[in-house]
């Protein structure tokens, strides 16, 4: 909604800076920022390999206008936000857990369950809008007797019925069927969600009645809910990194709101680390866990995945323990990998392929 804090969470994490403001609507076309993620194994293998330059994955965070109640009907900034988020892979939801009489409610009073709740039933009948949009165009084709489309109708008819429940798509148990049924549609409840319960600072590290509350409503969810205070994280954001772990000691936090944004983003996505490291450069690259060697090699160069011929690989403690790509090969520890080798988080890899 607006006035929760997204714009400010969104500039203590990204090189971008939102306009953050108190009324609704402040942002209004969507701010897109490129963030690093942070990764103590980068800094273990520049110490190992000494490279020219060191480059990290980054995550792409899209911070968006607030949703008010009708926006399915085009009420405030609906339409465009609807439109904003269809692409995107997860969202995370900021929601208002502190009290502050000089930053407006626009619902009159704080209330976080309540807030979810608007947010929720807004997406959910925006989602029935366009299912039932392609209910009627299939019910003319499968009239005429064709049975790929009334099956189609059979698995679109069962999430209408859930989303008239008010079930959000992602809860949901839909089979592979039901779920390639709906692909097209980009529906905003099948998106994976983060809650972000914006808490005051003494309120940290451990929330407070507001957070406990969205916390229960949210148990039988399939999503995670993670405590920040935007505007501690507006301060961390300005101040160096050993500045940084002193800051956050004070508060007794163990990491920052952007380590546990990314990390809860990368469990929510199912997402894994690889590197690569050379003297030119040490890089970490993001995939989908269950990807195998060809798949990671692609997210390199398209060619490496085409021409794939085999992977050597080196795990980051055997790196650790032998110093130098030929410590570890001295000691028999690059593994060859071929086509079927699935990819585990932190490898360390070098593709071989042909042109």
Known sequence: MPNVGKSTLF??????????????????????????????????????????KVIPTVIEFVDIAGLVSGASKGEGLGNQFLSNIRSVDAIAHV?????????????????????????????????????????????????????PARKTLEHLQLIKG????????RVMDCTDE??????????????????????????LPDGNQYSEALQTAVA???????????????QIAELDRDEQKIFMEEYGLKQSGLDQLIRASYEL?????FFTAGKKEVRAWTIKRGWKAPQAAGTIHSDFQKGYIKAEVIKLRDYLQFKTE?????????????????????????????V
């Open 11 to 52: 500039n203590a994490i990204s090189s971008v800076k939102a306009e953050a403001a108190n009324y609704p609507f402040c942002t209004i076309e969507p701010n897109v920022g490129m963030v690093t993620v942070p990764d103590d194994r980068l800094n273990i293998l520049q110490e190992l390999v000494q490279p020219e």
């Open 95 to 147: 929601i208002r857990c502190f009290d502050d009489n000089n930053i407006t409610h626009v619902a009159g009073n704080v209330d976080p369950v309540f807030d979810k709740e608007v947010i929720e039933n807004e997406l959910q009948l925006k989602d029935l809008e366009s299912v039932e949009k392609k209910i009627s165009k299939l019910e003319k084709i499968a009239k005429s007797g064709d049975a």
């Open 162 to 169: 859930g989303l008239d429940k008010g079930v959000s798509v």
């Open 178 to 203: 039901q779920k390639a049924a709906i692909a097209d549609l980009q529906l905003l409840t099948a998106k994976p969600v983060i809650y972000v319960a914006n808490i005051d600072e003494g309120s």
């Open 220 to 234: 039988d969810e399939k999503a995670e809910l993670i405590k920040i205070s935007a505007g501690i994280e507006a």
């Open 269 to 273: 996505l199912d997402l894994i680390t």
């Open 326 to 354: 030929l410590g570890c090969k001295e000691a028999g520890k690059i593994a060859i990998e071929g086509k079927e080798y699935l990819v585990t988080d932190g490898d360390i890899m070098h593709f071989r392929f042909n």
